[in-house]
Structure formats: C-alpha cells, structure tokens
C-alpha cells in the first residue's frame, strides 16, 4: 500500500540558463521604470526551474498530478503555506544555475476545518560558484469545500502598529501576468467559476508566492535597499481579488524588520520578517 509519507527523500533536479526575459516581464509586473535589472531580484526565483508537466498529466485543479514528485496525497485543495528562504548569493542573467529538491517531511494533522496534510520540500540553487538560495517551502492540501461553506474560524487579526503602508489592488490581468512567469496553471488564480462553484472561495486567490515578493520588496525598500539575507514568512488567510489589501511593517533593529499584509477586513493574512 502506498503512503505519502514514503516520497520523504524523494528528490528532483532542474538545470537551466537563467534568462533576462523573465526578469524584464517581473520589472514590468512590477511597475518599474527603465531597463530591468540583470539580477534576480528576493522572489525573482520563482520564475525558473518551473515543472513543465506535459498536458496529459494535468489535474482537475490545473496542477500537475500528485504522485510523481509531489507525494499522492488525495485531498484536493493546494495552498502554499509558507516557506523560510536564505540568500547566500546573488543569480544574474546569462548564468547557469541548477535547483535541487528534495521532500524533507510529510504532516497530516486534523484542523477545525478537517484533515490537513503538509509537505515540506527543500530547494537549494546554485550556480557554477556555489550556494545561491536555500528555501524550505511549506504546502497545505486540504478537503474539498462543504456544500454549506463548513465550519468556519474567526480569523486573526493583522497588527495594527505598522509604520509602512502601501495599498494594492489586485485584479484578474496582475494575477495572469504573475501565473505566466511562473508557468502556474493552478485555476484558483484566473477560473472565477472553478473558484467559486469547486473550491468555495468568493473571488480569484492571489498567490501565495506572489504576496511572500510584494513583503520581500517592502523590506528592501524600506530598510535601505540593502541585500536580504533572510526572509520567513506564514499564510494565515488567502487575499481575493475583490477588495484592495495593504502591505505594511516595521523595523525591529537594524538589520530587521517585520513585515505584514492586512486584508480588507482588517485580518492578518501573510507575516513574515526579514533580515538583512
């Protein structure tokens, strides 16, 4: 009988040339003015080293099928929970550089909304010098949607001693650009009707990974453009398409800061800090 748990140490390895035109079409989301830069920018990784699952191999979610990398767990619903990444170096265009996976922990839990299964899966990239990124990224599968909505929790509250607010507004054509970069068919990010009639969410989900660069490039900002070392962060509760949300933080010391997004109702959303 096949248990999820036995992919823990499974492992994958994808070697690519890392490509300007990704990082023009990221300073273009982005809104930046001028040439992009030729460094990959806190997050601009999430661009390469994408699974290119041929579409036969497609599941209902638009996802690739569980059960070749990603262990068969069978509840239906994917989030990305959160993650912990290191900087050890920077990756610039025009190099060669190769990401290993490797599943590090299998989890199943039973939460107030049902059964819970989370995988860790660790990526190291590197190029011909060396380590560039280390990052531990956290997914969550959950059960599918109760006709009724199901039990449902009162969600935490943001902070509200943020020094630093920026207002987005999401909107379908940002979440499409975004699943371009990164080649990801997930329908919770464009399908408004899978998202509402499969998956019982109100609107388009923003994506986890895409929330975890908007808190990254606040902290840049915001701390002095220094290069980040560290940044971990958590998903609390999704952000829709529906309603504005806000960016914002703190610093905590020097070479620290925590950073934040606040949904419309004033829920707490993504917390992460980042060090430099």
């Given at each position: 009988?096949?248990?999820?748990e036995?992919?823990i ?8 040339i ?17 040439d ?20 036969s ?5 638009g996802?690739?099928?569980?059960g ?17 990444l ?11 550089a190769?990401?290993i ?6 989890t ?9 299964v ?7 990239v ?14 969550v ?25 920026v ?8 979440l ?7 080649f ?28 975890g ?35 914002t933080?703190k ?21 992460a800090?980042?060090?430099?």
């Open positions: 009988m096949t248990k999820v036995d992919w140490g499974k492992q994958e390895s994808r070697s690519e890392i490509h300007q035109q990704s990082l023009n079409g990221f300073a273009a989301l982005m809104d930046e003015a001028g992009a830069s030729d460094v990959v920018p806190p997050g601009g990784h999430w661009m390469y080293f994408l699974p290119t699952d041929r579409q191999r497609i599941g209902p979610d996802h690739g099928l569980k070749d990398f990603l262990p068969p767990v069978e509840l239906p619903r994917r989030m990305w929970a959160g993650g912990r290191t900087f050890h170096a920077p990756l610039k265009a025009g190099e060669t190769t990401k996976s490797t599943i590090k922990n299998v199943a839990k039973d939460g107030r909304t049902g059964a819970l989370f995988v860790t899966v660790e990526h190291l590197k190029n011909d010098a060396g380590l560039c990124i280390t990052e531990e990224h956290d997914i599968y959950r059960e599918a949607a109760a006709p009724d909505g199901g039990p449902k929790k009162e969600p935490q509250a943001a902070p509200t001693d943020g020094e630093w607010d207002t987005v507004t999401p909107d379908p054509v940002l499409f650009r975004y699943s371009a970069l990164t990801n068919g997930h329908r919770i990010h464009y399908d408004r009707d899978y998202c509402l009639k499969e998956e019982g969410y109100p609107g388009l989900v923003v994506h986890g990974p895409l929330l660069t908007f808190l990254m490039r606040l902290a840049v900002t915001k701390m002095g453009g220094r290069p980040l070392k560290q940044f971990h962060f958590r998903n609390f509760n999704p952000i829709f398409d529906i309603a504005s949300f806000t960016l933080g610093p905590e010391s020097d070479d620290s800061c925590s950073v934040w997004v606040r949904g419309p109702a004033g829920e707490l959303a993504v917390q800090t980042a060090s430099f």
